[in-house]
């Protein structure tokens, strides 16, 4: 791969993001009362000093203006200061995102678990019995919406089997092995909900991607050379048919990052989702606007990952 | 030959030919699609025909029959307050449902009028609305959503009233981030259909190009959109509880599938049923969908069916 493939998508990605960081703040600019409310109903801060902060932070300029000045704030780190935690929002995203980081990608590697072998094999039969029970499978699995498979599996496993925690912490008991598996035993169920919902929508993609491979000429000519059925599958059929669900692993990031406030808010772990939700029930504007940012970067560096990954495993994409 | 001329008029009487009997008749072959369209009958028949038949009041207060199990008096038990939690989920299924179903079109107007737009042109005006699409597409739906609704309730909230307002909002940006993949979709066959003779045909006959749009292309681009607005329905009705489920969406006093989940979840040592209903409810109706659009797909998208 040539590193112009790798800069030709870098300059792709580039007008996308100022694209979103153009429509979150368009979103901002729109929206009725002011991002200094809390100043207005502090009744210590008086009239002049709120005037003059405006003035400061050039609120009553044009709109080009305050974006190109907003956005250049943003790219320096100084996304201000969390009204409710008085603490700089760059910093109190820092300390959370590793741990949305790995609640994410244990489960991704979750889902890719299930679905490929499963796809795989539906695939290597269809319309066998396994292949329909795999399907009906996966239809429940991504009807079924993260935060009920969540409360199913706390009602199972914390309330009526007492065998998992309710809640994330920080703070884990035990040192040693004591300490890993009870940082494995709190992560278990929020990974298990994320990983079974993108499991289940991957698999019917691995199995259409694997039936898209399995019908061409190369594949026939394998098994006419009397290579094993196991051996055409694994070596010449998965190999190729996995190109493409690189890039749905990528491009579904998106609903991920739902799903993953939606864990992080019931399982209460201690990431980004849940301190956007916690920032909105307290009007904190800094904080949900730098975690928004922070999902929309995340989103753009995923579909930029993804076309890489995609120039790396099938070169005809790179001379393109 | 013979034969053919005997055998055809009676084969005429037992098979007239009808593109809808033969999309029913290949929707009907999948048996779970046909199942879920059941259901789906039943939740709605449910939730617009229930408050006549189940009359108990979704906010009758009664501290005597608080957290109680289901019973004949409460089919599904009561919440906290001792209210009915079947009457709740009647009411709520009405709002769930017809968010669902309003997002949809939201989306799927949107949807085909840009994907028309940019099939019909070529150039500049059909990459710039594809770009847009390409945009809309790596936005962060949910924290995105979020965002809008934290920004904005208050708002139409004054203007609407309370339940108005939000209803509005959330369909409008549920259906504002969902048009993308119909637009793809209806751009992807306006492309290919816009060459096909029967297109060049009309055009030469003077036809004009609303009407080449409106009585020849989009008719027949319209099976993978009508599937797509299905699932879309199941995507809304997610999204919506979604909200509801975050403390986000409507407010307290108009219960949502969502909303119930909500209120339930932190009671679930003593009261799991209530959980459980709503959660049951959401999930058949997200399931009975995507089964049907399944279904619609095999009915009407016959290229794909292998």
Redo the contacts between chains.
């Keep these: 791969m040539s590193t112009d493939f790798l800069l030709r998508r870098i300059m792709i990605a580039i007008p996308s993001l100022l694209g979103i960081s153009v429509v979150l703040f368009t979103v901002l600019a729109l929206a009725p009362g002011d991002p200094f409310g809390e100043l207005v109903t502090n009744p210590n801060v008086p009239a002049e000093v709120r005037l003059a902060l405006r003035a400061k932070f050039g609120l009553d300029d044009p709109v080009h203006l305050r974006y190109i000045r907003w956005l250049w704030a943003m790219l320096q780190g100084d996304w201000g200061f969390s009204f409710v935690s008085r603490v700089n929002v760059d910093t109190l995203i820092l300390q959370r995102l590793p741990t949305t980081i790995s609640v994410i990608g244990a489960s991704q590697l979750l889902a890719i678990l299930i679905a490929v072998p499963v796809g795989v094999l539906a695939a290597a039969k269809p319309y066998s019995m396994f292949d329909q029970i795999a399907n009906t499978f996966a239809f429940i699995g991504f009807s079924l919406p993260t935060f009920f498979t969540g409360l199913l599996l706390i009602l199972v496993f914390s309330v009526n089997l007492n065998w998992l925690p309710i809640v994330y912490s920080t703070e884990i008991a035990g040192h040693g092995m004591a300490y890993v598996w009870n940082a494995v035993r709190q992560a278990i169920m929020p990974v298990a909900v994320l990983g079974l919902f993108q499991g289940a929508s991957l698999v019917r993609y691995v199995r259409s991607s694997v039936l898209e491979v399995i019908k061409l000429d190369f594949v026939t000519t394998a098994r006419s050379k009397g290579i094993g059925e196991r051996k055409v599958l694994v070596l010449h059929v998965v190999r190729n048919a996995l190109i493409p669900v690189v890039t749905l692993v990528a491009l579904q990031m998106p609903i991920v990052f739902g799903g993953a406030i939606v864990t992080e808010q019931i399982f209460r772990v201690p990431g980004i989702g849940s301190l956007l939700i916690s920032a909105m029930l307290a009007n904190d504007t800094p904080v949900i606007m730098g975690v928004t940012f922070v999902f929309s970067c995340l989103v753009v560096f995923f579909n930029l990952l993804a076309d890489v990954l995609y120039g790396w495993l099938d070169p005809r994409i790179a001379l393109r | 030959m013979a034969g053919s001329t005997l055998a055809s008029p009676s084969a005429e009487k037992t098979e007239r030919f009808s593109p809808t009997r033969d999309a029913w008749r290949r929707f009907c072959r999948h048996r779970?699609a046909v199942v879920s369209l059941g259901v789906l009958a039943v939740l709605v028949i449910g939730v617009v025909l229930g408050p006549f038949v189940w009359r108990l009041a979704i906010n009758d207060i009664d501290f005597a029959a608080q957290l109680k199990a289901p019973s004949l008096a409460h089919p599904f038990g009561t919440d906290d307050l001792g209210q009915d939690i079947l009457a709740r989920l009647i009411s709520g299924g009405r709002i769930s449902l017809a968010v669902g179903l309003a997002a949809m079109l939201v989306a799927v107007v949107v949807g085909v009028v840009v994907g028309a737009t940019a099939g019909m042109s070529r150039g500049p005006v059909d990459a710039g609305l594809m770009w847009l699409a390409?945009?809309f597409?790596?936005?962060?739906?949910?924290?995105?959503l979020?965002?809008?609704i934290?920004?904005?309730r208050?708002?139409l909230k004054s203007i609407l009233g309370p339940e108005g307002g939000v209803f509005v909002l959330i369909v409008a940006v549920i259906g504002g981030l969902r048009w993308m993949p119909v637009a793809r979709l209806v751009r992807a066959q306006f492309l290919s259909l816009r060459e096909k003779e029967f297109v060049e045909a009309a055009r030469a006959l003077g036809a004009s190009r609303l009407r080449l749009v409106g009585h020849h292309i989009l008719p027949n681009a319209l099976g993978p959109v009508i599937v797509a607005g299905t699932i879309d329905v199941?995507n809304a009705i997610?999204a919506e509880?979604?909200l509801s489920?975050?403390?986000?969406g409507f407010p307290p006093d108009i219960p949502t599938w969502?909303r119930v989940?909500f209120d339930?979840?932190d009671y679930?040592?003593v009261a799991?049923y209530w959980?459980l209903f709503p959660?049951s409810a959401?999930?058949l109706a997200?399931?009975s969908i995507?089964?049907i659009g399944?279904g619609l797909r095999d009915a009407l998208d016959p290229r794909r069916v292998?």
């Excluded at chain 2, 489920?245 to 986000?248: H, Y």
Aim: net charge negative; proline share 7%.
């Design positions: 779970l390409d945009l597409l790596s936005l962060p739906q949910l924290p995105l979020l965002l809008i934290y920004l904005f208050d708002t199941a997610i509880s979604t489920f975050l403390g986000l969502g989940l339930a979840k679930l040592d799991p959980a959660g959401i999930f997200v399931l995507n089964f399944d292998m």
